[in-house]
Structure formats: structure tokens, C-alpha cells
């Protein structure tokens, strides 16, 4: 029998199976407070019978249930449903090699302890690398005379090619797609250089400078005229805020 479609199709729809109270409460209140459809199933069949019964974009799995062993619940949830997005929930780091090693079929891990913030930035980024079927082709975000292209990954300023490294342009698409909004440096820890990163984000300043740079530059080489250009807000310690131009 085939899944039907999701309880709400316009959310992108989680399965969380996570038999930790603590924890999959937590998970399945900040899914539903950040805009996601939200199940949660505290065993693995549980969590497979509700895989078959409804259709979801992506599942977050434990990997020590009480009833089947994660990798297995893994392997049998990407062997029927090989678009579904599979995101492992770990709290042993000497598991890493194991899940990375084994064909489990899980697109990502996450150690636990995670933040939220991690995790949902993670989803986003996986989320916007599945094929565009649903969503279709996003577009060019124009802000004043910046513009940037996701899928032929080309920024513009007033027309104008700016040459960005690709950590670059991951940055500004990531501060771009959330303009008004601030993005925390967690956030694009996770989005922009996707790993399970500790300790210091030194590279994530570099990387900005140098992109704060090339579009100043990129202001001041353009004519006629100086090009409307979004600002990019320091939030210390937080995060940044792309600012749209005015009028
Ligand atoms: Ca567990």
C-alpha cells in the first residue's frame, strides 16, 4: 500500500522517532513552532507503520529504540522509499564511523547533543537540494540591483557578473533567501559549510569579509551611478541581517 498524501500538503512533513520523552518532545514542538508538520513515534514500528501510512519529506531517527535497531529501521525505510530524507539522531560520536561506513542509507547525522537551530538549518539546506519538482524553480532573489541565482548560481550587481568563491556565494544566497531576518551563526555554520562543526566558526568571518569586500568592490566598479545594494548587519555574538535597500 502506498502512503497518502500528508495531513497538511502545503508543510513539508517530518517523522520524528525518537523514544527519549525529553527529546522528542523538544524536536516535535520545535518542528511545529518553525512551520514543519510534525509526527512523533516513540518505536521503530511505530515509526515505520506511520512511514507507510502517510507521505513525509523527511524522518529523524534515533538510533537506539527500544524495539528495532535504528540502522535497520534506516535500511528498510530508504529501501521503500528512496526520495524520503533520512537524518540519523546519534549520542555515541563513536557511532559517526559506523553510520558512515554501513550502507544504512541516512543522507546525515547529528550528534546528540544538538540545538535546534542546527537542526532545522540542516533540513532547509537538504530540503533545498532535493530535486524542484514540488517547489518548482525558485527565482533569482532581486534585492535593489543585487541579484542572485541559485540554480545557475550567478550573482549581479546592476547587471553586472561579481566573480564570489563558492563559500561565498553560499553565504550571501543564505543571508539573501531570509533578507529582514536575522541569521544566526549557527545557522550558517550548518547551511553554508554542512558539517558537524565544533569549536571555533573563524571561517565563517573570513568568508563574510571577503564577501562584504567583493560586493563593495563591485559597487564601486559599476556605472553609471552607484548601484542600491543591500546591507549586511553585524549582530555580535548572534548573527547577521541582510537589509533590503530602501524605496
Ligand atoms: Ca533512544
New binding site residues.
Given amino acids: 500500500m502506498r502512503p497518502t498524501a500528508p495531513h497538511h500538503p502545503h508543510l513539508t512533513s517530518v517523522l520524528v522517532i ?3 520523552d525529553t527529546i522528542g518532545r523538544h524536536l516535535h514542538t520545535g518542528l511545529l513552532g518553525s512551520g514543519y508538520a510534525s509526527t512523533w513515534c516513540r518505536t521503530g514500528s511505530a515509526g515505520l507503520a506511520e512511514a507507510e501510512r502517510t507521505r513525509h519529506d523527511a524522518v529523524l531517527l ?1 538510533l ?2 527500544p524495539d528495532i535497531d535504528g540502522m535497520d529501521v534506516a535500511r528498510q525505510l530508504r529501501a521503500e522509499f528512496p526520495e524520503l530524507l533520512i537524518v540519523i539522531l546519534t549520542a555515541r560520536s563513536e557511532e559517526i564511523d559506523v553510520i558512515a561506513g554501513l550502507d544504512s542509507g541516512a543522507d546525515d547525522y547529528l550528534v546528540k547533543p544538538f540545538s535546534l537551530s542546527v537542526l532545522l538549518a540542516r533540513l532547509r539546506a537538504h530540503l533545498r537540494r532535493r530535486p524542484a519538482d514540488v517547489q518548482g524553480t525558485p527565482r533569482p532573489i532581486r534585492l535593489g540591483d543585487l541579484t542572485v541565482d541559485t540554480v545557475s548560481r550567478r550573482c549581479t550587481v546592476g547587471g553586472n557578473d561579481v566573480d564570489l568563491r563558492p563559500k561565498e556565494f553560499d553565504l550571501l544566497a543564505a543571508l539573501a533567501e531570509r533578507a529582514g531576518t536575522v541569521v544566526s551563526r549557527e545557522d550558517l555554520m550548518a547551511q553554508v559549510w554542512d558539517a558537524n562543526w565544533f569549536g571555533p566558526t573563524k571561517t565563517l568571518d573570513v568568508t563574510m569579509a571577503a564577501l562584504r569586500r567583493r560586493l563593495h568592490e563591485a559597487a564601486e566598479s559599476s556605472a553609471p551611478g552607484r548601484p542600491r545594494l543591500p546591507h549586511i548587519t553585524t549582530l555580535r555574538g548572534h548573527g547577521y541581517r541582510m537589509e533590503p535597500p530602501q524605496g
Fill in positions: 525518537e523514544d527519549d534515533d537506539g529504540l
